[in-house]
């Protein structure tokens, strides 16, 4: 293959590899393409209290499982001076347990959930079990099997069925049959009544308990819904409403089981939930969910690094825009430099002093310098001490600054020692040669030239999307990388040479 071919092979590699990558990260990882992005986390607390009476205690909480919807970020057990373990068995369950403790007592559960990204519908292939008829009395079974014969007359399938069920429970005109079977249910909900109607007749159903997000809201109790299998899926009802479907936002605690909270060896218990949301950014909340998927990609990342070394590199990722700048002006455009890369070093130093403390900080340094130089050159000193003469007076003359910019309180003028002294005594001198051979004009074209290009590198490297997006996709390198090796093959007319060629072109 030839040296061209070979080029734009790599380029393509480089590239393609370069937006997977950054694709799987956006799609997969969720981290933000747009810088500012924020997501809702909600902080949910669950308060477990009981009392005891100096026996041997046993305490289980349903613990919520994974679902569509939401993704648990983080979990903690406050359980000082009890035994603590978690049972993964049909459902997972908390278990505190302590020997011998009397009087109040109150138990926690914290954790932090965030919607997923590739949130989708609550389903579960899960199969019912078999359906166990209730034990009634004779008046009881009479009073369900009226209920059961009515809602079969008004319905077409088990999902209509238990609708009108529903709305007969709910009806503020309750029948004989409802009303005795409320008042035999001893205190059973409206959700527990309706799954044993619904038991009995031979359709399966499960209580589904769980909390709704909203905001600052404390000592909550669980709500119910019920869930219904119709032969080819799991439906969900709100019990006090017949309404189905579940709620945007309601986030399931526990689905199917006979309790949220068992205290063995204790009286009074109870369980009381506090939630509130807090919007923080999407890429906190990405890189803690690819922490806990131990994603290769982000543990082998910048983001593995100490803070520190974490904002040196956020600024070394702007330097390849800088250098894509000045390819893109040299090679398409045509704009001469002093020197290849120097704009970019000066727009890195732009960076730290503000454009226009920075323009007239270079200016007034360049200027000074290129006026020393000129005395320097009459003394026919050799190169090598006549530029190490420029660079401390270069450094003199920061100094110099920085002193009278203090005195003078321009407190922007003190950030001129992050101008890099070499590369300014290197222009200088390399400015004072082309002044001598080709003249002033050509100073002042390749002079203004940097100092364009490193204007314009400037403004790139300091937009908050291009910042946020090297520094949350260092992938973007790869895509630069091969842009850079295409315009590297290019032979064409630069934009300064249309006007000097275009007898040629026509």
Known sequence: MSPKGQVY???????????????????????????????????????????????????????????????????IFASAGYGFAIEENHQRRAIWTRRDVSGSQTLYYKFKITERADAQELSSQDLPETVIPPTWSSAEEVAARSLINSATDL?????????????????????????????????????????????AADIPARMVRGIYLENRVYNQRAEELIEIYNGKEWVFFNPYTAQRGIPSNFFMWQRGGQSLLDVVGGYNSRVRFSVIGNDISAKAVALQEAENQTAALVDFNIYSLPLDKQNTFKSLLLVPIGALVVVIFRVLIGIKTSGTFMPVLIALAFIQTTLTAGVLILLSLVAAGLWIRSYLSKLDLLMVSRLAAVLITVVILMAGFSVLSYKLGLDQVLTITFFPMIIIAWTIERMSIIWEEDGPREVVKQGGGSLVVAIIAYLLMTNDFIEHLTYNFPEVLLIELGIIMILGQYTGYRLTELKRFRFLIE
Do not use: C
């Open 9 to 75: 092979l790599f380029a393509a590699l480089f590239i393609l590899l370069g937006l997977g990558l950054t694709a799987y990260k956006s799609l997969m990882l969720h981290f933000p393409l747009l810088p500012d992005s924020e997501r809702t986390v909600w902080d949910i607390e669950a308060k477990l209290s009981f009392e005891t009476r100096g026996t041997p205690l046993t305490v289980s909480l349903a613990l919520p499982e994974k679902q569509q919807q939401f993704k648990i970020l983080d979990e």
């Open 155 to 199: 319905s077409s399938d088990a999902t209509s069925f238990t609708q009108q069920l529903l709305q007969m429970l709910t009806d503020a005109q309750l029948s004989q049959d409802a009303q005795l079977l409320f008042e035999s249910s001893r205190g059973e909900s409206i959700g527990e009544l309706a799954i044993k109607i619904l038991n």
